[in-house]
């Protein structure tokens, strides 16, 4: 076994029986291999270099540590590693290091303060009940009917554009999700999205820029940084941030509930009986299958973690999927059991970037699971489905067809 501390710690060259230099994907086994490939390298290899030289971290302590020090680990990963080429939209906040960071998140956490969230519950119960009364009776692909639609409408109104135009931000989402970073051609399709969601958003800009109507779109046009009002290219960057963080998490975290009580039917009999148990099982949700596997840092200058030295200009991969399962923190870390404390998952972040948009994506997993129980006496994934699965970086299923019935 490799010691901590030691340069063999970040060789790549796999030992006989260790089965690649780069991480499984999540397609095709559900993230069967995945799953025990991290267990393996969260005891064996918790600070490992892939082939590519990138350096990635498995172990709870480690994925905290490097989140909570901004200045050692940047999240500009596009900024730094083109050298300096690119600069990040202001709207990025994803991708912002302190001081920008802080002062365009204090400006949006505008849109999500707990009233502004908490005041939209009728309407996603509303538009819930509508989606699933559209849904067909006896069977139907949750992520179609449900999963996705829900997130982006949420979006969509939040922004203050039509909710009708959600198939085309659907779109949008799934193109933008689809990116291959080493792909030229994706990239640039990519590229292409970013440009149509700021044609699409231009002519709504300039409307609130003449009359404010209170909406996320009207407090990001009215918005000041430094004294310098958002251009329109800052303002787009962010509505496209929040179709690509907001959308997929949210439908991922609904199909995963269900198929983790689909394991467990006399806990899902429970929940059903007991609605205020739906909360707990969402927050054990996003330990056992946190939506985003994974999520990237650089290093700023030359880093030490878990005793291992690593150089400026690193991109770090830091794996939430097996930090949520480390043992050194969860006991029987694979095990569904929401009667445990969550308190220190990990699958909105942690620091300065932590989710701004947590509160809004439990209400939404809240209300869509309490619809469904409460809808349907039977419900279960289909037995004859076969299911395909996001690739490495989303933790959940493409479609998840589901077997009713009513209550
Ligand atoms: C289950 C659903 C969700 C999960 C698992 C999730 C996960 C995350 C994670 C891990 C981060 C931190 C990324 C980092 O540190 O690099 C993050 C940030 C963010 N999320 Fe979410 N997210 C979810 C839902 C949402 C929703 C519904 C919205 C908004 C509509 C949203 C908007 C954002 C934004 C704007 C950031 C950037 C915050 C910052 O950089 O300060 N997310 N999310």
Not at 215 to 244: C, H, K, P, Y
Not at 378 to 404: E, K, M, Y
Request: proline share 7%; charged share 25%; aromatic share 6%.
């Amino acid at each position: 076994m490799a010691q901590q501390g030691t340069s063999d710690v970040l060789d790549p060259t796999p030992e006989a029986d260790f089965p690649s230099d780069r991480a499984p994907a999540v397609e095709p086994d559900g993230g069967v291999t995945l799953l025990a490939w991290l267990a393996r390298m969260r005891e064996e290899r918790p600070v490992w270099r892939d082939g590519s030289g990138n350096v990635h971290v498995f172990r709870h302590a480690d994925v905290q540590q490097i989140l909570a020090d901004p200045a050692t680990f940047s999240s500009d990963t596009v900024g730094r590693l083109s050298g300096g080429e690119k600069q990040s939209p202001r709207g990025t906040l994803l991708l912002l290091d302190p001081p920008l960071h802080g002062k365009m998140r204090r400006l949006v956490s505008r849109a999500f303060t707990p009233g502004l969230i908490s005041g939209l519950e009728p309407w996603i119960t509303e538009l819930t009940g509508q989606l699933l009364d559209a849904a067909p009776e006896e069977s139907f692909d949750l992520v179609d009917a449900l999963a996705n639609p829900l997130p982006v409408t949420v979006i969509a109104r939040m922004l203050g554009v039509p909710t009708e135009d959600r198939d085309r931000f659907q779109g949008w989402a799934d193109q933008l999700l689809s990116t291959d970073p080493e792909d030229p051609e994706s990239v640039r399709r990519m590229e292409e999205t970013a440009v149509a969601i700021t044609v699409y958003l231009q002519g709504f800009i300039e409307a609130r820029r003449k009359e404010p109507t209170g909406d996320l779109l009207s407090t990001l046009v009215d918005a000041e940084l430094d004294g310098e009002r958002l251009e329109d290219e800052d303002i787009a960057s962010f509505a496209t941030l929040l179709l690509l963080a907001g959308h997929i998490t949210t439908s991922v975290l609904v199909g995963n509930a269900l198929l983790c009580l689909d394991g467990d039917p006399k806990l899902l009999d429970r929940v059903r009986a007991d609605l205020s148990l739906v909360p707990a099982v969402l927050e054990e949700t996003l330990r056992l299958r946190p939506p985003f596997t994974r999520i990237e840092r650089v290093t700023t200058t030359t880093a030490t973690l878990a005793g291992t030295e690593i150089g400026p200009d690193t991109l770090v991969h830091l794996w939430l999927l097996s930090a949520n399962r480390d043992e050194r923190v969860f006991e029987d870390p694979d095990t569904f059991r929401p009667d445990r404390s969550n308190s220190r998952q990990a699958a909105f972040g942690h620091g300065i970037h932590y989710c701004i948009g947590a509160p809004l994506a439990r209400l939404e997993g809240r209300i869509a699971l309490e619809a469904l129980l409460d809808r349907y006496g039977r419900i279960g994934v289909d037995p004859a489905a076969r299911l395909s699965w996001h690739g490495t970086n989303v933790f959940g299923a493409r479609h998840l067809p589901l077997r009713v019935q009513r209550a």
